[in-house]
């Protein structure tokens, strides 16, 4: 990304989040880059979509259904009933509609950085991870994701993914099917490799 890119989207964010959400994004944005670099992924994607992933986190729940419903996209019954899931959507329709990034995988990153999916890109992956490791994070369990991620992408994936369901169940919320078809996606890959 160039200075004035980097600039204009930094400042762009920097008006919509919070202190804490801002640097945050910032963070995975970084983190999102050394991943690139280690595991061959697009350097500058991985900047933005960085950068972006959390850009409706801050507009409360009414401007992010607001948009969601604007655009015409659908959400599910576990979508419905899970106001956390609202952002990522309502971020990918930003990124899409508003800030008019055409760039396909980076508008997929910010959507499934929340649930994941199976089949994700490079990187979608990237961010997803980056979102678990950058900085700041200092939840129980963040030194092992770390580790996981320097390890290989796939088994940082493995980690998180089973890290999320977990302490979904353990919360007794409901699981989004994209997580677990990511989930299923991965140790099925694994067990067919022995
Ligand atoms: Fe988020
Ligand atoms: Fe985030």
Do not use: C
Not at 29 to 51: C, M, N, P, Q, T
Not at 70 to 93: D, F
Not at 148 to 160: G, H
């Amino acid at each position: 990304m160039n200075d004035k890119d980097r600039e204009f989207y930094t400042q762009h964010i920097r008006e919509r989040l919070s202190d804490y959400r801002f640097k945050h994004s910032v963070n995975v944005s970084k983190e999102a880059v050394r991943l690139a670099i280690k595991y061959g992924g697009d350097v500058e994607k991985a900047e933005l979509a960085g950068l972006l992933h959390d850009v409706m986190k801050d507009a409360g729940k009414k401007e992010q259904l607001a948009l969601i419903e604007k655009y015409g996209v659908r959400l599910n019954e576990v979508e419905q009933n899970a106001p956390k899931l609202w952002h990522a959507i309502a971020g990918a329709v930003y990124v899409r509609k508003v800030l008019k990034i055409r760039d396909k995988d980076i508008v997929n990153a910010v959507r499934y950085h929340t649930t994941a999916r199976a089949g994700m890109s490079l990187l979608e992956k990237i961010v997803y991870i980056a979102d678990y490791t950058s900085e700041e994070r200092d939840y129980k369990g963040v030194e092992k994701m770390r580790k996981a991620a320097n390890v290989s992408l796939e088994y940082a994936m493995e980690e998180a993914l089973a890290f999320g369901i977990e302490a979904r169940a353990e919360d007794h919320t409901a699981i989004h099917p994209d997580t677990f078809e990511a989930y299923n996606e991965i140790m099925l890959a694994k067990k067919n490799k022995g």
